[in-house]
């Protein structure tokens, strides 16, 4: 009983990202297609300090309507070591609702009706059990209908549980939902919105252009929905946060770029807008040319966007993340992701460990629950438990419960003497001191 006490309470501990001192799934410095159980695909890519010994920090870039990631990637530049050398990044691949790339549409826009959230879910579940990632420093970015997208996960209230920080660019955040066809929208800065954030206290760096011609800093009517005014958008963010909705500090970047902090003392900045200049389009601001500055012909910006969300997301961890940089390591991880035809589903081999462990963990609290054996499992029998990476559900599961269990070995089976046998409460503080040092290696 415990066993089974200790076991259940060390439960979250116990389900880690697939870190361990053996070599990554896939190489280093180079961008890898995955493909779902499902279909859709994203793409990711391990940055050289991938370390795959312990938690790394993940930054989810979704691109815009009718691109791809591979776009994204060119795009933020989230690959290059000059802006990013130890976060890995996913770029997640949204659907094509048409007979060409100009209908890829990700939820939130009128246009869309697929659940992006779920899919997105399912992205982050593969990518922490088979990379080394901290899941306490997710973070999610995105330009246009990909800033858009950012929105829509920050309010969502599962899904605003699992990101750290967001930071959308140039975003289209639609007020109204799929297949839309409306003809008039009131006043962009009165615009109601759903959101339904999971916690408090949500970090949000947002940058848009002045002369943005796609996806006006002003809102208003687009494909059948309709846009806020960005800068109300903003302020709504900051309200949501506990925070004033006026700023409480402008900064002059260089030109007519500025940057407006919202929040004071230890929440100042906590929500942030950036300004990208008046003659910023529809671009992911840079201060050399990349595929958005040169097709809008507004030329560079100020300041790199990309530089300034990475010195933002590491700035911000989740307060209760369900593993977090404790310094732990994991398990082995298998080798289906950086495959293009990986699948989102356990393969043979780890389904086989995790069938083996799920036996023993159930042999072994039964036994001690239910036996007067004063037989108890030994530290490597535990250690390989924990280093399986079982999930919470998996695990919980193969606990017997409370109700079928007795007290345990009673005092007369326990013997005095004998240095070879372990009592229960021996076995207890042995178990909790392996756990403890296999968490602490």
Known sequence: MLFGLLLAALLPALAKSACSSGSPPASKGTRHNVTLSGGRTYMYFMPEKYDHSKP????????????????????????????????????????????????????????????????????????????CIDTSRVYATGKSQGGGMVGVLACDTAASQRFAA????SGAFYTTGAASSLTSCGDPKTLAMTCNPGRDNIPLLDFHGGNDTTISILGGLRKGGCL???????????????????????????????????????DSGLVTFVYDGDHVNHDWPATF?????????????????????????????????KDGDDGDGCSEPSSTLGNSSSSSTVTASSSGIKTATLSTITSITSAHANST????????TITAIISTGLTTTEASTALPSSSSSTAGPTASSVPVSGASVVGPLSFFWMTAATIMAFLLH
Request: proline share 6%.
């Open 228 to 266: 806020p005014d960005v800068r109300t958008w903003v302020a709504n963010w900051a309200r949501r946060d506990g925070l004033s909705a006026s700023p409480s500090a402008t900064v002059a970047i260089n030109g007519s770029a500025e940057l407006y902090r919202y929040g004071s003392g230890a």
């Open 373 to 380: 054996s004063s037989t108890f499992p030994t530290s490597a």
């Open 289 to 321: 040319a990349n595929t958005d500055n040169e097709d809008h012909g507004s030329g560079p910006a100020t300041f790199n966007a990309s530089t300034m969300i990475m010195e933002f997301f590491k700035k911000y961890s989740l307060p209760d993340a």
């Open 166 to 169: 967001f930071s959308p660019v």
């Open 56 to 131: 790394n920090p993940l930054i989810l870039s979704f691109h815009g309507a009718s691109r791809t990631a591979d776009w994204q990637a060119d795009l933020d530049r989230l690959t290059d070591p000059y802006f990013n050398k130890d976060h890995v990044v996913v770029y997640p691949q949204a659907l094509q609702y048409g007979s060409t790339s100009s209908y890829i549409y990700w939820q939130g826009s009128p246009n869309a009706t697929a659940n992006d959230v779920a899919y997105v879910g399912k992205v982050l579940d593969e990518v922490e059990s088979e990379l």
